[in-house]
């Protein structure tokens, strides 16, 4: 994430990082107890970050996306990052851990939510500091809160 366009100091943007900094935390986690064998501790972590994730999702998808997806500019990025949530979520909520291609699409996928935590935070999050009028953020820090009851 850049530190130069100033969108950390957004409160919806500092708290959806804040979040991607957990989720992140629980993927390292899986990846280590799975190195390790660990699959109940695995399970524990993936179990974790699936039910953060799935508020997180909420509040970005019922705000933050709504309000910048009714721009055509953002529109298609947007719609490729719900379905990336989508991918995530069917992933974590179906599988077990002790089928060895279950855990290869987990690692996979661990990698993968890197690479959309970054074109959140170095493309949508500095976008929308230009592209939300302050209705619009409100919108959007209503979702997040209703997300987070």
Not at 25 to 37: I, N, Q
Not at 74 to 86: F, G, P
């Amino acid at each position: 994430m850049c530190h130069y366009c100033g969108c950390r100091e957004i409160p919806l943007i500092r708290d959806f990082i804040a979040e991607h900094e957990s989720v992140t935390d629980h993927a390292g986690s899986v990846v280590r107890a799975l190195d390790a064998g660990e699959l109940s501790v695995a399970r524990a972590h993936l179990d974790l970050m699936a039910a953060e994730l799935r508020d997180h999702w909420r509040g970005e998808e019922d705000g933050l996306f709504a309000v910048m997806a009714r721009d055509e500019e953002y529109r298609d990025y947007i719609e490729a990052l719900q379905a990336e949530h989508r991918e995530l979520g069917a992933l974590l909520a179906a599988g077990d851990l002790a089928d060895l291609r279950y855990r290869t699409l987990v690692r996979t996928a661990i990698g993968e939510l890197a690479l959309h935590i970054s074109k959140e935070e170095d493309g949508l999050f500095p976008a929308a500091l230009t592209a939300l009028s302050g209705e619009e953020w409100n919108v959007a820090m209503a979702a997040w809160r209703a997300a987070h009851a």
